[in-house]
């Protein structure tokens, strides 16, 4: 169809001017879609802002997930790709767990993010709220083009049904959002045109609570025209389980080991916080097995032999002993190695200083394919943040993203090209022996994002919050 494409003099003359963008009269609602992503900054409540590092819960279907947008070198059997590839091995299902068949954007298919913000509220309000997000999260907003653009009068309202989520602003010009379109190459042929406006929306959650996930739709509005064009779905803020953990140093030597000093508040305010589950550490205690050697010869055989010692042998040795000796093991009859119906809803991190080969840390894990309540950082991941949360989370019954077969999570991806807490820092290349895979791979890189492997997916918020060491209720 024929549009008048002529300049607006009274928009040219007055607010339009000082953008240097001239408004056409357009007046057919041009198509488009508006995806809420994550912002790179985080502001906290003392206004100081930092980079992105897992303050706040954000999920989105991910183009390289779903679009051969990434060069894989290997398969999750090390066998030799180095091609393109969607890193989410079964990228239909993927989309099945994002897609909203509430709202079909001009007839097309959507897939809402998901934020996870903590209410900010009084004790009276909600005794479980937290100032964490006082100021809100800032977003950017991603205009994904169906059709050219042009500047025109288009308003975009940003609405929600709960007064208690406060979106700033409420209102935004398509025009003050659009500069020449981006494109990007989706492979197969598929491209994509947008426009990425970065910091322009706030997001709160102010006075209470919400047992339903919220949604914000956003609506674009031309000439009388509205069109649903995108939502954010804000998850259910009601319920703020707990985590205890018990943090032990164990000691070999005469010196106590040192563990990364801010481990805990990256459990609290970095990672679980995602899942909106409080993470802390109820009991900060020593194991000193220097001390327990001089009665138990048990114990002293197992600081002679531990150099030698697999991973596995060390962690089921020291459970056992924390188990007898410990001061703060759980009550008679329960285990902290492996779930089981007396099992403790406590989880225990053992910390110590002998290495146990190359391994950073370990998680137990029951026959029956049950993640338990205990795990290790061993002496090469004592400072390692990531290490602290990824065992944390598996203990929290979360697999690696990558794994497959009978161990597999909701979803299975590459390894180590994801930036998310329960994914390795390395790309898996070929295998030490192709005859006998247990022996291991050969890193074919570092995952791009090591260092900065903060995400948590939606999906796993679920999985973390359903795992029985979680106390709902307290
Ligand atoms: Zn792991």
Request: aromatic share 12%; with cysteine.
């Amino acid at each position: 169809m024929a549009r008048t494409l002529v300049i607006d003099t009274i928009e040219a003359a007055g607010r339009s001017f000082s953008s240097g963008k001239e408004l056409v009269i357009n007046p057919i609602l041009k198509k488009f879609m508006i995806h809420f992503r994550r912002g790179k900054t985080f502001t906290n409540k003392k206004k100081y802002t930092t980079t992105y590092a897992g303050q706040y819960g954000f999920d989105w279907l991910r183009d390289e997930y779903i679009y051969p947008i990434v060069e894989v070198t290997h398969d999750n059997n090390g066998v030799a790709i180095k091609a393109k590839k969607p890193l989410c091995l079964d990228p239909t299902a993927l989309k099945t767990e994002y897609l909203d068949t509430s709202i079909k954007p001009h007839g097309s298919d959507y897939y809402p993010a998901w934020i996870s913000i903590f209410p900010h509220t009084t004790t009276k309000e909600f005794e479980h709220g937290s100032d964490m997000h006082e100021k809100g999260v800032d977003l950017n907003l991603e205009i994904e083009e169906l059709e050219d653009l042009v500047i025109d009068r288009t308003t975009l309202s940003f609405l929600c049904g709960n007064s208690l989520v406060k979106i700033t602003p409420e209102k935004l010009n398509l025009k003050d959002l659009i500069g020449t379109a981006k494109i990007k190459d989706l492979g197969l042929g598929n491209k994509r045109k947008y426009h990425l406006a970065e910091n322009k929306i706030n997001i709160k959650f102010k006075g209470g609570t919400s047992g339903i996930d919220e949604e914000v739709k956003v609506f674009a509005e031309l000439n009388g025209t509205k069109e649903e064009v995108g939502k954010l779905i804000i998850y259910k803020t009601n319920e703020i389980p707990k985590a205890e953990i018990v943090a032990v140093n164990v000691i070999t030597t005469n010196n106590k080991t040192i563990i990364k000093d801010d481990y805990q508040f990256l459990f609290k305010n970095q990672s679980f916080n995602q899942a909106l589950v409080r993470a802390e550490v109820k009991v900060d205690t020593e194991f000193n097995l220097v001390e327990l050697e001089k009665t138990n010869p048990s114990i002293g055989h197992f600081l002679k032999n531990v150099k030698t010692m697999k991973s596995k042998d060390i962690k089921k040795d020291l459970v056992d002993f924390y188990e007898k000796f410990g001061e703060h093991s759980p009550p008679k009859g329960s285990h902290i190695n492996y779930i089981g119906t007396k099992g403790t809803t406590r989880t225990y991190l053992f910390y110590t200083d002998f290495t146990a080969g190359n391994v950073l840390g370990s998680c137990s894990l029951d026959a029956n394919k049950n993640w338990g309540n205990s795990y290790i950082i061993y002496k090469a991941g004592l400072e390692d943040g990531h290490t602290i949360v990824h065992e944390a989370g598996h203990s929290f019954g979360l697999p690696h993203v990558f794994q497959g077969g009978s161990y597999a999570g909701k979803h299975t991806f590459y390894h180590g090209y994801t930036d998310n807490y329960m994914d390795y820092t390395w790309q898996l290349g070929r295998p030490i022996d192709s005859k006998d895979l247990s022996k291991g791979f050969y890193s074919s890189g570092n995952n791009k994002y090591k260092g900065k492997m903060f995400s948590l997916f939606k999906w796993q918020w679920d999985v973390i919050r359903k795992d029985r060491s979680i106390i709902e209720k307290y």
